[in-house]
């Protein structure tokens, strides 16, 4: 094997290294990109039920405090009856919940936008 073959055959081997090199990072940020893109909605959609599972902790957190605030010890079976409809209690308490969670939005859209 003479200079100019050896030089041949390693430029080939270089550009064939090359060509892998190049196929693997394509192939890695393909890979990142599906990977982002399938756990993105997993992502939200997890995101969303646990919004709704504070809220709804929230909400009945908040209807039991004000409940305990008002709270009348019944004397006697007639005093003692359970709601079944919506009472002003459900509805103020889930009115106060929504305030809370859209003061802590805009809490944390002024600490992003810093």
Do not use: C
């Not at 550009?15 to 196929?23: L, S």
């Not at 103020?92 to 809370?100: G, N």
């Amino acid at each position: 094997m003479n200079a100019s073959e050896f030089v041949y055959m390693a430029v080939m081997e270089k550009m064939n290294i090359n060509k892998i090199n190049d196929g693997q990072s394509q192939f890695f940020n393909l890979y990142d990109m599906a990977f982002k893109k399938s756990y993105e909605s997993y992502f939200k959609q997890l995101i969303l039920i646990l919004n709704r599972i504070e809220f709804n902790t929230r909400w009945l957190l908040k209807q039991q405090d004000i409940f305990m605030q008002h709270l009348k010890v019944p004397n006697n079976i007639e005093e003692l009856n359970v709601s079944v409809i919506d009472h002003a209690i459900t509805e103020k308490s889930k009115e106060l919940v929504l305030k809370d969670i859209r003061k802590m939005k805009e809490k944390k859209q002024e600490l992003e936008d810093e």
